[in-house]
């Protein structure tokens, strides 16, 4: 059975800290990793990372993929309060639980 | 504008009730899923269809049924089975399965009064 597992569950840091979310996977057959940012209702496409993108960034936002370690991190740079949202990591057709992320002023 | 639409944004089912959550995309996408979500918790895949005319288990479907008669529609049923409904529903789509980045649509939150 596939599985997709995301730590921490919960963080809470504060303006201006960086952050590290993990995502760890056990799949069949890997094709791509997703991050998404949930913050009211349907999760927003953040990246995604595949075996022939393996690193990607987007202004503070930056993921890293490690085919290796069947892993997945997404890190946030200088924090801001607008970043607090769940941060959800999918492969293939299954999602992790989540990393809810709040960021305080 | 292309996107994914789900009716209603909000349902209350009595207990013993079917009621069943519309989804439609005008995308062109082959596969559509539909996920669980509780609080605190993640998505959890409940069936998905690669294409038209098939559709296959997910993790949670006990409760539930769906049809996939065209390919821009994606209905799911909450059953009288199903013993603890109340939930937020997303359905989600990509232009293949398992493959490429999803697009959601706004959710239905069903509550079991």
């Known amino acids: 059975e596939d599985k997709v597992v995301q730590s921490p569950l919960s963080l809470v840091v504060h303006e201006g800290d960086t952050v590290t979310l993990n995502c760890s996977y056990e799949v069949t057959n890997f094709r791509s990793l997703l991050w998404y940012k949930q913050e009211k209702k349907a999760p927003t496409f953040l990246f995604m990372l595949?075996?022939?993108?393996i690193e990607k960034k987007s202004g503070r936002l930056s993921s890293i993929l490690d085919k290796k370690e069947l892993s997945s991190i997404l890190n946030i740079t200088a924090t801001q309060t607008g970043d607090s949202a769940i941060y959800l990591c999918?492969?293939?057709?299954?999602f992790g639980a989540g990393t809810r992320l709040t960021v305080k002023p | 504008d292309g996107g994914i639409t789900q009716s209603p944004k909000y349902l209350f089912r009595k207990e013993g009730q079917n009621v069943t959550l519309s989804c439609e995309q005008n995308l062109n996408h082959d596969a559509m899923y539909w996920y669980r979500q509780d609080p605190g918790q993640g998505l959890r895949l409940i069936y998905y269809s690669q294409i038209v005319n098939d559709f296959q288990k997910g993790d949670i479907a006990e409760g539930y049924s769906v049809s996939r008669e065209k390919k821009e529609s994606f209905p799911l049923t909450v059953t009288s089975a199903q013993k603890n409904p109340t939930a937020f529903y997303l359905c989600?789509?990509?232009?293949?399965w398992g493959v490429g980045g999803y697009t959601f649509g706004s959710g239905t939150r069903l509550t079991v009064v």
């Open positions: 989600a789509s990509s232009p293949d």
């Open positions: 999918a492969v293939d057709r299954g």
């Open positions: 595949t075996s022939s993108g």
